[in-house]
């Protein structure tokens, strides 16, 4: 799992801050992560445990399109307190 969470999410994610992400590509972000984590935990989709399951056991809380979605907000709010100081420079 350590090599999970230093290797193969940095490189799914990478760039995922500017993404424009439609259901499809949420699917296939779903769809990757899962076959990945499975074949961590050694198992097959014939053995039809859900991917809940799978997670819980594996420690992995949160989907991968769930922190999409919070590097996404983190940049957004990088962004505006950077705009936020260019305004205020300006005035002086």
């Not at 350590?2 to 424009?20: D, H, I, K, Q, R």
């Not at 074949?39 to 819980?56: C, D, F, L, W, Y």
């Not at 989907?63 to 100081?85: A, S």
Request: net charge positive; with cysteine.
């Amino acid at each position: 799992m350590n090599l999970y969470w230093a290797l193969v999410l940095p490189v799914l994610m990478y760039g995922s801050e500017c993404w424009t992400l439609r259901m499809e590509d949420e699917r296939r972000l779903l769809v990757a992560e899962m076959a990945w984590l499975r074949k961590i935990r050694g198992r097959s989709r014939r053995e039809r445990i859900r991917n809940e399951k799978t997670r819980e056991e594996l420690g992995a809380e949160e989907t991968v399109v769930e922190k999409v979605k919070r590097r996404r907000l983190t940049w957004f709010g990088h962004v505006e307190r950077i705009e936020g100081n260019l305004e205020h420079d300006e005035q002086f």
